[in-house]
């Protein structure tokens, strides 16, 4: 297996340029906020699609609908959570999320 196999996502997009949040995003989102029992890998990645369309931070969703597919969501609940969010956080988020959504799927 080649070095880049192994590394995690965020230290594929960052390299060795900021370690400490490399280290954060590994160890603590990912590793112990990810992993508390109180929800599930499915809703936890309901939650963050849908917050992601809601702050506007529509190229995150580009890693986060394969991974929210991977815990669990259809494809058909990531576009409804999209939509229903439209309504709470703008129409224009909900257009650019679909749009992206729309690509993604596609893969």
Do not use: C
């Not at 309901?46 to 506007?56: E, H, P, R």
């Amino acid at each position: 297996m080649s070095e880049n196999a192994e590394q995690t996502p965020m230290q594929k997009m960052m390299g060795d340029f900021a370690p400490t949040f490399v280290s954060l995003t590994d160890d603590v989102l990912f590793g112990q906020v990810w992993s508390r029992p109180e929800l599930s890998p499915r809703d936890r990645s309901l939650i963050t699609i849908s917050s992601l369309v809601s702050a506007g931070n529509i190229e995150q969703l580009e890693a986060h609908i394969p991974l929210g597919i991977t815990n669990g969501l259809t494809e058909d609940e990531v576009k409804e959570a999209i939509t229903h969010v439209a309504f709470y956080a703008g129409w224009p988020k909900a257009v650019s999320a679909l749009m992206l959504a729309k690509r993604v799927l596609a893969k």
